[in-house]
């Protein structure tokens, strides 16, 4: 099972727990990242994430179906918000399955790895002093 998902909404640690719940399966791994009120030794205020949508949905996508492939997971769920997050708010849930707990670990953090590579997603930093697009790229 795959379950990806860009969303301007709050995202749910249990929905997508939920989601990757299987009998079959000894380990489950969430990863969930949050805003958090600095970046390399600076203040930050508040964070916006933009996309393009259509290319990071299908790149979500084969990441998490590659991630499935390579790991042997039986279910991954990827969310990641968009638009206008203030400090504290989940911005990525990352939620796998697996038989066994290593398979899960591992899965899990190549999928974050990937997802920053990858993905068309760009995150801009608003501090007290003015606001910057980190790592921005084409």
Same mark, same amino acid.
């Given at each position: 099972?795959?379950?990806i998902d860009?969303?301007?909404?709050p995202?749910? *640690?249990?929905?997508?727990?939920?989601?990757?719940q299987?009998?079959?399966?000894? =380990? +489950?791994?969430? #990863?969930? =990242?949050?805003?958090?009120n600095h970046?390399? =030794? @600076?203040? *930050?205020?508040?964070? @916006? #994430?933009?996309?393009?949508a259509?290319?990071?949905?299908? @790149?979500?996508r084969? +990441?998490?179906?590659?991630?499935?492939e390579q790991f042997?997971?039986?279910?991954? *769920?990827?969310h990641?918000?968009?638009g206008?997050?203030?400090? =504290?708010? +989940?911005?990525?849930i990352i939620a796998?399955?697996?038989?066994?707990r290593?398979?899960?670990f591992?899965?899990?953090?190549w999928i974050?790895?990937?997802?920053k590579?990858d993905?068309? +997603?760009?995150?801009?930093e #608003?501090?007290?002093?003015?606001?910057y697009?980190?790592n921005?790229?084409?």
């Open positions: 099972m795959l379950d860009l969303s301007d909404s995202l749910s *640690v249990d929905h997508c727990y939920g989601k990757v299987d009998p079959s399966c000894g =380990g +489950i791994c969430l #990863f969930v =990242g949050t805003i958090r970046s390399k =030794g @600076e203040p *930050v205020v508040r964070l @916006e #994430f933009d996309s393009y259509p290319m990071a949905l299908k @790149e979500m084969r +990441i998490a179906g590659q991630a499935k042997g997971l039986t279910s991954v *769920v990827l990641h918000r968009v206008k997050l203030a400090i =504290g708010d +989940i911005a990525v796998v399955s697996s038989a066994h290593a398979a899960a591992d899965g899990c953090e974050i790895d990937e997802l590579k993905v068309p +997603i760009w995150k801009k #608003f501090r007290p002093d003015g606001s697009w980190v921005a790229r084409p």
